[in-house]
């Protein structure tokens, strides 16, 4: 199928708003599917700050359908994504990668989109995360037809935006999008807030509902391609949903959740800033008390020859394959954070 000119082998994709999915695909490529479509985390001209906090924080979890997840949009610098792009195109070349970009003004879009136009085939803006970095919120929306104008005017490949409800979305504003000639339409249905200097983006699968129904009276007769973020599991969608109303869909952190019926996750508080993993600890795990919570890690941190702290201990420390995403700490009960000693120490 054709999405915004874009030759696609499928209806689906995964979300560049899931930082741990997308490492996860480029990380272990031989044992997932490769989805028709992926969209890269998103980056900025900065470099992602606050290297040694989690990226990943379970409010809530009881299903695939009923979780509430915040999750850090800044997670990774620019030079990791490329490597990540890198990766992905190597191992597929009929998977479509989308760099997600949200500059602060149109110098670094160009400097940004010029960086990973060799190993992607198309650029998406994200306005969500642009408005929340824009000083004058109100005027915003003409800023961003501005910069998008421009930018179409040049870019190499494929320009989509990306809309979430960070910003106030109407047919006007909709329409004066399409007509900056961009290519398709990316609808987020993930909040950004900010506590002091920290950024949080909420997934939710109610919130996901919501938005789908808002929204999709919006793009009716819309003369773009369209997709839709939702936070669903897959098996639970069917083809009356509402998400059928978009062109395709994206997947978000629900793909990364197991489905054993067994699991009941915690209610931890929402996070006022992000949790901080010092150098030198790892996070670990009771194998016998939470066995699920070998099968939570997206990057198979505590695998068979992951080592044990102590001969007769059940508490599992995660290998070198892990990379503080936060996913364990704050879904396992038993998770802490600790030092492994040689001998010697």
């Known amino acids: 199928m054709l999405f915004a000119g874009l030759q696609v082998s499928g209806k689906w994709g995964v979300s560049s708003e899931d930082v741990v999915l997308a490492r996860r695909f480029a990380k272990f490529s031989t044992e997932d599917e490769n989805p028709p479509i992926i969209f890269l985390p998103t980056v900025s001209s900065k470099e992602a700050e606050d290297r040694a906090s989690t990226r990943i924080y379970v409010v809530k979890l009881s299903s695939l359908n009923d979780y509430l997840i915040v999750t850090r949009p800044f997670s990774f610098g620019t030079e990791e994504i490329l490597s990540m792009a890198k990766q992905l195109r190597k191992k597929s070349q009929g998977m479509k990668i989308v760099a997600s970009l949200a500059p602060s003004k149109l110098s670094e879009l160009k400097i940004l989109s010029s960086r990973f136009s060799d ?66 339409i990316i609808f987020s249905p993930h909040p950004v807030y900010t506590i ?66 067994t699991f009941k996750g915690k209610i931890n508080p929402f996070p006022l800033k992000w949790a901080n993993i010092p150098q030198g600890l790892v996070p670990a795990i009771d194998v016998k008390k939470e066995p699920y919570c070998r099968e939570i890690c997206p990057y198979k941190s505590y695998d068979i020859e992951s080592p044990t702290l102590g001969s007769h201990s059940t508490i599992v420390s995660a290998n070198s394959n892990c990379d503080g995403c936060g996913l364990c700490l704050s879904i396992c009960e038993t998770a802490r954070l600790v030092k492994e000693l040689a001998p010697e120490e």
């Not at 939710?204 to 919501?210: A, D, E, N, Q, R």
């Not at 819309?222 to 083809?239: C, G, Q, Y």
């Not at 978009?246 to 952190?253: G, N, P, R």
């Open 119 to 184: 190993d992607v085939d198309a650029f998406e803006v994200d306005l969500g995360l642009m408005c929340i970095k824009h000083q004058y919120s109100r005027s915003f929306q003409a800023y961003a037809i501005d910069m998008l104008e421009e930018f179409v005017s040049f870019s190499p490949k494929t320009v989509l935006v990306k809309v979430s409800p960070n910003i106030s979305l109407s047919r006007d504003f909709l329409e004066l999008l399409v007509e900056t000639g961009i290519s398709g």
């Open 196 to 261: 002091g200097k920290f950024l949080f983006r909420m997934h939710s699968p109610l919130l996901s509902t919501v938005y789908a129904m808002l929204w999709a009276g919006l793009i009716t007769g819309l003369d773009v391609s369209t997709a839709f973020i939702s936070d669903k599991a897959p098996s639970a969608l069917n083809e009356h949903d509402i998400e059928g109303a978009y062109d395709l869909l994206l997947f978000d952190v629900a793909l990364i959740l197991k489905s054993d019926p």
